[in-house]
């Protein structure tokens, strides 16, 4: 008889083969949840259910951390998020209404994504790095971004690929808007620097077999790094909580 495969995303994952960023004890058991499909992907992301129960810390179990969910407790982005697998990505924002608690996932020293506390009155701003720009249906302009989420805007604007815009959330305002220049301050998101803020000193334009670099200086140190490495965060201070917290 032949076993046909399973419909669908695996729900688990073997600890050893979990990113390695995720704060889980590999040896303790087997398998561990994966990431549902979703805003980030699995490499880039926690689920939900792991964040609050390993991380964070709130609940001692996987039931716990999933009743939480499913009673609409936790938010993502200002929105109510009620699958326990939900991925959780860079720069996103955590809020724990009934603790008071609101938390952005940023790379850390060591570490491409962890939580940190904010203050409440950032829980509805976030950073968000334009990825795509085409023009859609009747001439609109059409901003994809590194969560997932698209913006329609009804004509042509001064955004770019590798620029931020600072989201309020959920409405997708776009409050400010950090242009990808010399000058500006970025935060390094991947490699050995991760977590690292830095001033922008060049860009270097991409080619069909190179890609786009910058120069940024880090504690006196100047770094090349590639672009997709990076992500803008202010023009001489970060417009948001990126370091701190718990």
């Known amino acids: 008889m032949i076993k046909m495969g399973r419909k669908g995303e695996d729900k688990q994952t073997k600890r ?10 590999r040896k303790e058991k087997r398998f561990t949840v994966t990431a549902s499909p979703g805003p980030h992907g699995i490499e880039e992301s926690y689920p939900l259910t792991v964040l609050i129960r390993d991380v ?49 996932m940023v790379p850390i020293k060591g570490s491409v994504l962890a939580p940190i506390r904010i203050p409440d009155s950032e829980n509805n701003q976030k950073l968000c790095k334009v990825q795509r720009k085409a023009t859609v249906h009747k001439d609109k302009i059409q901003y994809g971004f590194h969560d997932g989420r698209s913006i329609l805007a009804e004509s042509e604007t001064d955004l770019s690929p590798g620029d931020v815009c600072l989201l309020e959330i959920p409405s997708q305002n776009i409050k400010r808007v950090v242009v990808l220049k010399k000058g500006v301050l970025a ?16 860009i270097r334009p991409g080619t069909i077999t190179r890609r786009k670099m910058v120069d940024l200086e880090i504690e006196g140190v100047i770094a090349e790094l590639p672009a997709d490495m990076i992500i803008a965060v202010g023009d001489d201070k970060p417009l948001v909580t990126l370091v701190g917290g718990e």
């Open 56 to 104: 964070l810390k709130i609940v001692n179990t996987f039931r716990e951390a999933s009743n939480i969910i499913r009673d609409e407790k936790i938010m993502v982005d200002g929105v109510v998020r009620k699958d326990p697998n939900f991925p959780v990505g860079l720069m996103d924002v955590l809020q724990i209404p009934v603790l008071e608690k609101s938390y952005r």
């Open 187 to 202: 935060l390094v998101v991947k490699g050995k620097r991760v977590g690292k803020i830095g001033q922008i000193k060049e």
């Open 16 to 25: 050893s083969k979990a990113p390695s960023f995720w704060v889980i004890k």
